[in-house]
């Protein structure tokens, strides 16, 4: 089964500029989430999305946004680039479930390569 | 609130040693799941191990042993033999079990491992 896939690997942009990051998650999995990873804050969530609907939201700004596709796949996008928004941008996908009245959510996220956003 | 601490910033062994990352957590949550992830200078983040706070078995995969220890909130990981190849940022990350709560991976600062030949 294939893992996680991000597109592009690599992209450079221009301080107020915008970018969108495209994720493909591993077959049957649901759920995407997004992360950012700086040498500086580390690992830090985004967003969660799960049948089309933002379930669970990070403390980014609103620069920040993603959506999710019928078939699962997800974008993210950042708009008016900042040099601070310079970062490795992970995807993660897992098998989730719709919720269940309280039953503990087990699944595992699984990481796509990221992308390496230079904003100059 | 939720947070992990991972006090060991770079470790340096030389191959064939054991070594131990740490991880601390702390959460109100009854129950949640803790994790290992490994960071190879590729920048994936692979999966390593997922442990349930209501099982404190502790798990061993080949090199691999994790030590989970409910009572001082802590979820290390041992690399016996350690090989090159091991070279990597290490995270132990943790996670509530349920939707209403804070449902998102909590991070450590991550433990950036050398293995020297």
């Known amino acids: 089964k294939a893992g996680v896939t991000q597109t592009p690997r690599y992209l450079i942009k221009t301080r107020g500029q915008q970018v969108t990051l495209s994720c493909s998650p591993i077959?049957?999995?649901?759920?995407v989430s997004w992360y950012q990873q700086t040498p500086g804050q580390g690992l830090q969530f985004l967003f969660e999305y799960f049948s089309e609907t933002q379930r669970n939201k990070g403390n980014f700004p609103g620069r920040f946004s993603g959506r999710q596709f019928s078939n699962s796949r997800s974008e993210m996008n950042v708009s008016t680039l900042e040099l601070g928004d310079s970062a490795l941008y992970l995807c993660a996908s897992s098998l989730s479930e719709s919720e269940t009245g309280g039953l503990p959510r087990q699944e595992t996220q699984y990481f796509g390569p990221g992308t390496r956003l230079l904003v100059l | 609130a939720q947070k992990v601490t991972q006090a060991q910033t770079e470790i340096s062994v030389v191959e064939k040693e054991d070594v131990t990352l740490d991880c601390v957590y702390e959460t109100r949550d009854t129950t949640y799941y803790l994790f290992w992830y490994k960071q190879p200078p590729s920048g994936e983040l692979v999966f390593l191990i997922r442990r349930n706070s209501f099982d404190e078995q502790n798990e061993i995969s080949g090199r691999y042993s994790w030590n989970f220890q409910k009572s001082t909130s802590s979820f290390n990981f041992t690399i016996t033999a350690s090989q090159v190849v091991d070279s990597a940022v290490y995270f132990c990350a943790l996670r509530a079990a349920y939707l209403d709560s804070n449902y998102q991976l909590i991070w450590g600062a991550g433990t950036k491992l050398i293995i020297k030949p």
């Open positions: 077959s049957g999995h649901r759920s």
